[in-house]
């Protein structure tokens, strides 16, 4: 038999040879890649060819070595199962979940905390580096505009409209706190420290009000936010707490990039919308592209980027809607050149509705990925 210091000498002398040839194959990748990248400068700078369709593919080629490199030397990094997510703070003010598509593509679902002090969903991205916090990603939905709610009200029908909620502030924090749900402990996240977990619960706190004054508060609200691999989920409980007017209003929406969100199903009528592509729009300053305007709960979209990507939008019940009363209902806006975005919406602004003090309203709504991996 060996002695135990024969074994910790042959452990050793196998681990130097395994480091030797991981480094000997991270060298020549590093050195394959250096010199086929001083190739591609001198394709793409020097030569006529820059502009021609050799140009354009040796350059795709070169970003596709990079990343794929990246991933390479990363691979080391924290690793995932499909049914856990890591929450990190890589900077001041965001939030970021990572998990696995059913593809096995990295997700990274993100928060970020707006300048009034809520955090709202800013978008879904898939890393295109493979990374933990992730350097390369694309935006698939998301990206700056909201996706909670947003309410046009006003004090008394002689007062204009104004928009609370979402991106438009006029909302105050009063409490934050990030859960994990699956032994109920608080979450105390410091930037730059990662943890591992199944499920996250968001849970905040917030005042609505018509202005920043210290008076014009008008409903208590509490939002808890539960994320998982793929999915989002939103429960709002809203307490009014004055008599309002509320003109037309959205209680869920979904913005996308067209590239990743030009068709729009309906579910209950099966009506599929098409918008234009990106780099187009038929919306103009005098006509707003206005697609579907039906009594939906669920849509779907997905676009040409990525065709087997579904994105898919529901709220609790047409309740939530006043029973999809009003003229605009669910429809998906055609918005710009570059992406569109879904809203279930409520009321009319020319008929408002008065809202009494004491009104209590607890909404539901969700956001899902579905692959198609056939």
């Known amino acids: ?99 696995l598509l059913p593809d096995k593509n990295l997700l990274i679902t993100q928060f970020n905390k707006k300048e009034w002090g809520t955090w709202n969903i800013e978008g879904w991205f898939v890393s295109t580096d493979g990374f933990i916090p992730s350097d390369s990603r694309t935006l698939m939905v998301g990206g700056g505009s909201d ?116 068709y729009a199903l309906f579910k209950e009528s099966g009506n599929i919308y098409t918008t234009p592509s990106e780099g187009e729009t038929y919306t103009t300053n005098g006509f707003e592209n206005f697609l579907g305007k039906e009594a939906s709960t669920t849509v779907e979209v997905w676009g040409d980027a990525k065709p087997s990507y579904k994105f898919i939008t529901s709220i609790r019940d047409s309740e939530m809607v006043d029973n999809f009363t009003n003229e605009l209902k669910t429809f998906y806006w055609d918005l710009n050149e570059y992406s569109n975005k879904l809203y279930f919406s409520k009321f009319d602004n020319e008929n408002a509705q008065k809202i009494e003090k004491g009104t209590k309203w607890e909404n539901y709504c969700e956001w899902y990925i579905e692959i198609n991996t056939y």
């Open 1 to 99: 038999m060996l002695s135990e210091f024969t074994k910790a000498c042959y452990s050793y002398g196998e681990g130097v040879k395994l480091f030797k040839k991981l480094y000997m194959k991270v060298l020549i990748v590093i050195t394959a890649l250096l010199v086929f990248s001083l190739f591609a400068v001198f394709v793409l700078v020097k030569t006529p060819l820059k502009n021609t369709e050799l140009g354009k593919a040796t350059k795709s080629f070169v970003k596709s070595a990079i990343n794929n490199t990246k991933k390479f030397l990363g691979a080391g990094g924290p690793s995932l199962n499909e049914n856990e997510m890591i929450l990190t703070i890589p900077g001041e003010g965001v939030i970021q979940i990572y998990s």
């Open 147 to 262: 996706w909670e709610y947003v309410f046009r009200v006003r004090k008394d029908l002689g007062n204009n409209y104004v928009f609370s909620g979402g991106n438009h502030g006029l909302e105050k924090m009063k409490s934050f706190k990030l859960i994990n749900p699956m032994d109920n402990s608080e979450i105390n996240l410091e930037k730059g420290k990662m943890i591992r977990l199944e499920k996250l619960q968001i849970e905040e706190e917030t005042d609505l009000s018509f202005d920043d004054t210290s008076n014009s508060k008008y409903a208590n609200v509490k939002r808890i936010y539960s994320i998982s691999p793929n999915k989002i989920t939103l429960k709002t409980d809203f307490e009014f707490t004055s008599d309002i007017f509320m003109g037309t209003s959205y209680v869920c929406m979904l913005p996308t990039s067209k590239n990743y969100g030009r």
